[in-house]
């Protein structure tokens, strides 16, 4: 091939690209990241994982000081008051650090940013407003947006009708939210808005919330948030919305079918799912389609068809989660570099960062059984875990899913204040072929919620201690 600009092109500055776009350059290739947004990161730092994040945290602050939880632990917060301003101040500082971060780690790593849109001219071209860049490798890192639903309009720009970028950023506490869609990101920013004092309203199209996960954590999820007040109607779809001074008109009808009824809100949150971000990349001139999906189909090194065209992150088939994205973007730079990098799919952590918060790792017990395996599976409940209980964190179980026969552990599910962080020591497990017996037999420290995790391992062989 003859000189080319750089070694490897990323297009795409998300969680996926950014990584593979450093670790190529600390392999010592020649990397550009092309990003047409104003600031590095992607969905996850700029309007995702982040921004929701300092959302979440500083609602829940306001929750515990306003509605009794710490008053039960004797910390009297008179006259509680939001300033939401305030609140949408500190989520800009966090966006605003870790992207400017990135690029600190760009100049650190001297990869160069090509900002603007990219597209191929040929496998080895990218055109960036009307300039041509070459690389020996290409790598597709385009993210992901929001599935629209037709219908209802979404206007992010003061609108009523939001998707979540929009719902990161209204100006006010809404009377009466309606969100459409009972998945995590309907769960997360319903959430948020229901504890800054929305009345909220989940309206989802299955006959229980958080699809892909364990059905027993489904169906506990639905007992959770009505606990906490979010009014759930479940098997129902929303069919169309009409806007009209500030409010929404919703028309609502059974899933299966029937008689159609109205609501009414002040704000609108679809939140349907994401689909992968392809247009424009005029992958026609490169010979690659997507799938019906509309993903790039890649092989196990995140190679496309095309010769030295390669794909991850949100726009290849698989979770749409920002660690996914950057385990990708490791690997890709690395095989790419000629060493062998590896993602192992089957063992990639699922959270959902409410109160408490959702995790799973690895295979729901009806996948496992749908594999072919014998399972045995034990749920401990957060209720007989010590430091929940002290706590006062009583909702939730852990339940890990092993092999009957191996003993070998195949998923675990966990719902608790802290399953984010316990789920990392079941998918370290994993990584490793642990047993159920390797869990119940490891040391847990006392008192943590991660004892709950040793005890559900110990109840898979029939004898936990606490219940
Ligand atoms: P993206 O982060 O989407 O980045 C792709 C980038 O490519 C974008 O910046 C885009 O501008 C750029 N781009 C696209 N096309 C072009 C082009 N032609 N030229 C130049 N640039 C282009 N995941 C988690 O794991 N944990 C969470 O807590 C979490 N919270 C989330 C909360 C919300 C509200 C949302 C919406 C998502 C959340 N996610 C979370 C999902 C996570 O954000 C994505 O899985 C992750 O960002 C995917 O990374 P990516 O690199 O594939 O793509
Ligand atoms: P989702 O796939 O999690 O949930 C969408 C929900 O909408 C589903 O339950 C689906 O049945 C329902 N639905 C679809 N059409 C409907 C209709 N017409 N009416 C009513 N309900 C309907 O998608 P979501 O919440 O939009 O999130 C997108 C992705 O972003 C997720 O897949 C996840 O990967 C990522 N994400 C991850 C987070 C995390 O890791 N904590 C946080 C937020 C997003």
Redesign the pocket.
Known sequence: MAETDFDVIVIGAGPGGYVAAIRAAQLGLKTACVESRETLGGTCLNV??IP?KALLHGSELFDEAAHGTMAKFGVIAKDVSLDLDAMMGEKMTAVKELTGGIEFLFKKNKVTWIKGKGSFVDASTIKVDGKDYTAKDIVIATG?S??P?PGVEVDNDGGVIVD?TGALKLPKVPEHMVV?????????LGSVWRRLGARVTV????DK????MDDDVRKEAAKVFKKQGLELKLS???TGATVKDGKATLTIEP?AGGDAETMEADAVLV????RPNTDGLNLEAIGLETNQRGQIEIDHDFATKVEGVWAIG?CVPG????HKAEDEGLAVAENIAGEVGIVNHAVIP????TMPEFAGVGMTEAAAKEAGHTVKSFKFPMMANSRAKTNREPDGFVKIIADAETDRVLGAWIIASLAGTMIAQVAQAMEFGATSEDIAYTCHAHPTHSEAVKEAAMGVKGLPIHI
């Open positions: 995702g994982c929701s992901s929001v599935t639903l979540s459409i869609g009972g998945g995590v990101i309907g769960l997360e309206v989802e199209f299955l919330l958080l699809p892909g129902t779809k929303v899933s939140a349907i799912g994401r949100d979770l749409m989660l920002a699922t959270v959902v960062y």
